[in-house]
């Protein structure tokens, strides 16, 4: 079975870069430590667009949903419930301490593993 990938596109205003950036600093290992969890990157645009890219790979969709069904993801996205956001994988969305969104829009683009390299040794 191939792994999965799970895309959080998040449109970020220039002025909110660095609170995402910051907010996602703070997060380290909330997501580490799942079950099928196998690969994390924040990915910040360089030119042309104002999308960031959050990239999780999963060993299976069953792993994912149970990861975000978690009381660790809870945890890490409680602040963004109630505000009329998609809530599915939006972990630069959040609201810490009356904080607005870091964000401005969210999409969650999904994908199965096809084919990987890595460097020869």
Known sequence: MPSVVKINVLTVPQEMRQELERRFAGRA???????????????????????????????????????????????????????GHDHGHDHGLGHGHDQGPAATASELWSFEVIETATPNP
């Open 29 to 83: 290992g909330m997501v580490e430590s799942s079950d099928g969890f196998e690969w994390f990157e924040l990915l910040r645009p360089v030119e042309g667009t104002d999308r960031y890219l959050v990239y999780t790979r999963w060993r299976s969709e069953e792993d994912f949903q149970r990861w975000q069904q978690s009381q660790a993801f809870q945890a890490g996205h409680a602040q963004t419930q109630g505000h």
